[in-house]
Structure formats: structure tokens, C-alpha cells
């Protein structure tokens, strides 16, 4: 049986997820198939298989509800799975609510967050199919850092195109990675021809996660023994996190709860899939009704002022274009500290549900966030990232309406890092150079006349 010590749930072997949650087989209405960028028809699978493995691409578009997860992933994921489901109890008598506020912790894993639970699984189909070098990009360096240790438990090379502001900004980040046997390279590079037109145009460029994308997209289409890595937004990412939400669904049943709101922060949208898709298939199905959030930076707010649209995932326009909620391919966000939370773009699983009001969004400022970070660092003793901090403000604005209504409502949320490579960031909070910039419409005026035009 589980057990709850009073602050921690913890499962028991045999309790531990055998298989991932496809919500695609729950979804009234899917996202339509990508549509390839040279035909302008639905990508062939043939596209595709030149920078994924058949397996992944296979879960990409699979209907089936479970999904098994290998015995080797499973050996794997023991290494820090399950993941711990706190109470917040210090943080919940800080806050003076009735609310219950639980949260997993991400940060136990190597790598200091989710982002290993797919990196692993990738890595490992990767192999199996004579894959030998994996390419990817990182902003933050948290996918970057996940990769570079799967493909150092797989054997495989692991080469990193990390955004320029981050590789100058967070050289921790970078000598993680190095440390790990990845080779990282500032982009945009003159490396790859999308990395070379960049820096034609834009010689002082620093670099988005779109152009980093272009590059690492175009060395694996180049190579036969290269693939591309996504650590967020495809289907089978998704799918990979419901770890987080299956776990922590069997550990609130063990001490008898069910969450009223399931909140986590959104950037490409795999952290709040991975906790959030169990919860939802409970909605999908009309068994429980809880409030299914996520939570973004007002910098980047995908979803929350974002347009329903086919937009490409990369700058350049090399990747299949998907229906999402987009800023446009080309929107450079403001440089705010959540790196991770700074994509043009959402997963299409997750916008289809926000486009149909089956979960919810909102968007808080870097001062909001900073400041509930740190009230959580000091109540439960967590520095998390900033990441994550965004679904603690999400998670502290419930607890007080709680206590306003005098309900006691039951939130769960995914503390999906640490913020132990960020404390750049919480230097900058404390000496007061965070700066709100609030959203304005006149940044995306352009990038949003910038979208594909698909016929549907
Ligand atoms: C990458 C990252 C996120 C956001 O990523 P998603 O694509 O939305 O999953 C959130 N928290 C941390 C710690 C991250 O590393």
C-alpha cells in the first residue's frame, strides 16, 4: 500500500505506472495531421521518419487509451520515480487558507526536472532503432541538460543548439551539459544554413527557441545516424509526462483526496500535460469535474492572447505546420527569466482543449511569480524554478479565494524544477531588475500576418 508520512505520499512497487494515458483516444475533437511545409498536404510519414524514430512517431499518432511503457524505461524511471507528492503544509498555514495544497516534486530527477521522463524514452527508441547521435535545441538548458544525460545512459553522441542569450547568460547550464558529453553551440551557428540566414539578416541576433529548432532540425534531416529530440509541444512528449499525473493520481487516492484544481505552469505545454491528462480524462468522460489550469508568463501568453491557427513550431519554416495556439513563428519574446515558458507556439492536444473550454489558462506577471516563488522557497524550503513558480502563483491566488469563500477546496499542482541554475534570475528579482512589461497586441501585429496559409 502507499504511504503518507503526513507531508509525503509515496507508492509501492507494484502501484507504479506500467502504462502512459493517450488522451487522444478521450478527445471528442483531435488536432488535424500536420501538414508538411513543401507539399502543403498532410506530412507522409516518410517526412517525418527522417528525424524521428517509427516507435515515437507511431505513439505520435496512436489512438490507443494505454499506452505500455518499456521495462527498460520503467528500470530507468526508479531512479527518481515516483516522484514525492507533498502536502504544503507550512505553505497552506503561511497562506491562512482551508485549502489543501499538494504538489509533485519534478526536481528529484537528475537532470533537476520533468523534462527526463520523456528525454529518456527518446533516447532509448532512438537507439533501438541505430540511431547514434541525438540533436536538439534548449532556451533555458533543462531539455538540453535531459537529453544529454539520456544519450549518456543510451551511449549515443548528443549535440545541443542552445538559444545564444541563455548560452552567455547561464554558462552552469552549458557546463552541465558538457559535463554530460554534449556538445553545445551557440545559435544561431554558421553551423546550418538556417543558422547562416539568420545572421545574415540579423548579425546581433541572440537567438529563440524557433531559430535554435531550424538548426537542429536541419542537421538531423541532413544525417542518416542523426535525430531530432523535441522535449515538449509533439503528442508522444505529452504522452511520456503522464507519469507525473498517473503517479500522483494513485497517490491522492491513497489518503482519500481527489483534486478540485490541477494547475501547472505552460510552455510548449508537456509539463502540464503530463500532470494534467489523467485529471482531464475524468472530465472528458463526465466522472469528476475539476478546474484544469495552465498557467503562463504574461510575456509569452500563448494561449491566453495567442490566435487558434497552422503556424510552423520553428522560425525559419522547416517543420511540419500544426494547428495551435500561436504568437506567430517569428515573435521574439521580451527576455524574461522563465526561459522554458518562452515558445511561440503550445502543443496542438493542448490548445484543442483550451480552443473547446475543456481546461483553462491564465497569465501572471514576473514580479507575481518571483514573489510566490519566494514564499514557497521560504514555507517549504524549495527554490523552484521560474518555471514552475507560475503554477505556485497560480496555486497561492486559488488558496487565497479559498479562504475569501471559506472553502476548502483541494489543489494539486506540478512543481516541475529546482531553481538551482536560475539564481541568476532571483538576483535580479531581489535587486529589483525584473521589469513587468505588460502584453501589448502591437508585438504580435506582425508576427501574426507572418502565419502559413493552409487550406483546411
Ligand atoms: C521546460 C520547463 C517547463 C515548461 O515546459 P513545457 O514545455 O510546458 O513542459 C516548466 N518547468 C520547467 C522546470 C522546465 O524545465
Redesign the pocket.
Known amino acids: 500500500m502507499a504511504y503518507f508520512d503526513g507531508i509525503k505520499v509515496m507508492l509501492e512497487e507494484k502501484e507504479y505506472p506500467t502504462h502512459w494515458y493517450n488522451i487522444q483516444a478521450d478527445m471528442k475533437t483531435l488536432p488535424p495531421p500536420p501538414i508538411s511545409p513543401a507539399t502543403g498536404k498532410p506530412a507522409q510519414p516518410e517526412e517525418l521518419a527522417r528525424i524521428f524514430p517509427a516507435a515515437l512517431l507511431a505513439q505520435e499518432m496512436s489512438r490507443e487509451r494505454w499506452i505500455a511503457i518499456p521495462d527498460p524505461i520503467r528500470e530507468m524511471y526508479r531512479r527518481w520515480r515516483p516522484s514525492p507528492l507533498y502536502r504544503a503544509r507550512r505553505l497552506e498555514a503561511e497562506l491562512n487558507t482551508p485549502a489543501e495544497i499538494w504538489y509533485k516534486y519534478?526536481?528529484v530527477s537528475p537532470g533537476?526536472?520533468?523534462?527526463l521522463n520523456t528525454a529518456i524514452v527518446q533516447a532509448y527508441y532512438n537507439q533501438q532503432a541505430g540511431i547514434k547521435n541525438l540533436v536538439t535545441e534548449t532556451?533555458?538548458g533543462?531539455?538540453g541538460t535531459a537529453l544529454a544525460i539520456a544519450a549518456a545512459f543510451f551511449g549515443m553522441r548528443c549535440t545541443v543548439y542552445m538559444v545564444k542569450i541563455s548560452y552567455q547568460q547561464k554558462p552552469y547550464r552549458r557546463l552541465l551539459m558538457e559535463s554530460y558529453g554534449a556538445s553545445v553551440f551557440a545559435s544561431p551557428t554558421d553551423r546550418t544554413q538556417a543558422g547562416r540566414q539568420i545572421l545574415a539578416q540579423h548579425p546581433d541576433s541572440t537567438g529563440s527557441l524557433g531559430i535554435a529548432i531550424s538548426e537542429a532540425v536541419e542537421e538531423a534531416m541532413e544525417r542518416d545516424d542523426t535525430n531530432y529530440a523535441l522535449?515538449?509541444?509533439l503528442n508522444h512528449?505529452l504522452l511520456h509526462?503522464t507519469v507525473i499525473g498517473l503517479e500522483a493520481k494513485q497517490q491522492l487516492a491513497a489518503v482519500d483526496r481527489y483534486p478540485d484544481v490541477v494547475l501547472?505552469?505552460?510552455?510548449?505545454?508537456?509539463?502540464?500535460?503530463?500532470i494534467a491528462f489523467p485529471f482531464v480524462q475524468d472530465l472528458l468522460s463526465g466522472q469528476a469535474r475539476p478546474k484544469v489550469m495552465a498557467i503562463e508568463p504574461e510575456a509569452c501568453p500563448t494561449l491566453t492572447q495567442g490566435t487558434f491557427a497552422y503556424d510552423f513550431g520553428d522560425t525559419v519554416g522547416m517543420t511540419p505546420i500544426i494547428q495551435m495556439y500561436t504568437l506567430g513563428h517569428d515573435f521574439v519574446p521580451a527576455s524574461i527569466h522563465?526561459g522554458?515558458?518562452r515558445?511561440h507556439g503550445d502543443?496542438p492536444l493542448v490548445s484543442r482543449l483550451y480552443h473547446d473550454r475543456i481546461i483553462d489558462a491564465r497569465a501572471y506577471r514576473q514580479s507575481q511569480v518571483f514573489e510566490a516563488a519566494l514564499t514557497f522557497a521560504k514555507s517549504e524550503g524549495i527554490l523552484p524554478?521560474p518555471?514552475?513558480a507560475?503554477a505556485i502563483r497560480g496555486a497561492i491566488d486559488e488558496a487565497i479565494a479559498a479562504r475569501e469563500s471559506g472553502e476548502r477546496r483541494v489543489i494539486l499542482f506540478n512543481l516541475?524544477?529546482?531553481g538551482h541554475f536560475d539564481l541568476t534570475a532571483y538576483d535580479d528579482y531581489l535587486n529589483g531588475r525584473v521589469v513587468d512589461v505588460p502584453f501589448s497586441s502591437e508585438w504580435t501585429a506582425e508576427s501574426l500576418r507572418a502565419l502559413p496559409q493552409v487550406e483546411s
Open positions: 519534478e526536481g533537476g526536472s520533468h523534462k532556451g533555458a533543462q531539455w522535449g515538449s509541444v512528449v509526462q501547472a505552469s505552460c510552455g510548449g505545454g508537456s509539463n502540464f500535460g503530463g522563465a522554458g515558458l515558445y502543443s524554478a518555471e514552475s507560475h516541475s524544477g529546482h
